[in-house]
């Protein structure tokens, strides 16, 4: 019901100045599966949204989603809401998280604010995480992403990486990511510092078969993962900002 994001929806669907009548999230939509959004105008028309919270997210739903909108009418709009700002592949429109947080833009609501904090933080990947949040919320993986797609660009792939947690600890969490067209043989996140696992994480970078620049010991922690190649940060004692994840990424050779 936000009027700013409601009249965004309605700009990329073509629906005019149209408010909207229903909202529904993880709408089935017969056999084609789960809908992330599903919004039906006052007009009567309907329009699917996708929600990808990463680049190179699985898009093997999509051509089902199609057809189930086909089905309904052939104006049904179907929008996907993408981390990286720019073109998707026909039919689909495009709208980009950076979207929303401009018509979220100067609303005083506390809601509202909160949300905005949330998709820079929790989605885009921006600002320092604290070591507590980076274990027990999303921003480490969304930090990690969005270093990933700055530094490689935005549609290389990545995915997160963590040991199974332990008492509420990791041997370790990250981000497994490719360095351009290759294959995804670099790991960057937190290591726990001894085993048994203690409170304490260093800022590590792994590379599977290139040489790091400053390299450092295999940590025990991750005793069982046969990769190389390991450059590390030291200990994490202050939050977990962009900027480390550069200083880290800049190792990798070119």
């Keep these: 019901g936000h009027r700013m994001l409601t009249g965004l929806f309605a700009h990329v669907a073509g629906t005019g100045g149209e408010s909207i009548a229903i909202v529904e999230v993880q709408s089935r939509l017969g056999d084609a599966g789960l809908a992330d959004l599903l919004l039906t105008f006052e007009g009567g028309k309907r329009v699917v949204v996708e929600v990808q919270i990463e680049s190179g997210a699985d898009e093997t739903q999509l051509p089902a989603l199609e057809a ?20 998707v592949a026909s039919p689909w429109l495009p709208l980009s998280w950076l979207d929303v947080i401009e018509a979220l833009e100067d609303d005083p609501d506390p ?129 977990i900002t962009p900027e480390t994840y550069d200083e880290l990424l800049g190792r990798i050779p070119r």
Excluded: C
């Design 111 to 239: 809601l509202a604010r909160q949300f905005e904090a949330f998709i820079l933080q929790d989605i885009l990947g921006l600002g320092p995480v604290p070591l507590d949040q980076a274990i027990a919320t999303n921003r480490l993986y969304a930090l990690g992403g969005a270093a990933v797609r700055r530094r490689f660009g935005e549609r290389t792939p990545y995915v997160n990486s963590a040991s199974r947690p332990m008492g509420g600890r990791y041997r370790y969490l990250g981000t497994t990511f490719a360095a351009g067209d290759g294959e995804m043989a670099y790991w960057i996140g937190l290591v726990n510092e001894e085993l048994p696992l203690s409170e304490h994480y260093h800022l590590m970078l792994a590379s599977k078969t290139a040489p790091l620049g400053k390299p450092m010991q295999h940590p025990r922690a991750t005793g069982d993962w046969k990769w190389l190649y390991w450059t590390g940060l030291g200990r994490v004692v202050r939050p």
């Design 68 to 87: 189930a909108g086909r089905d309904w009418s052939p104006d049904t709009a179907l929008v996907m809401l993408t981390v990286a700002p720019g073109s």
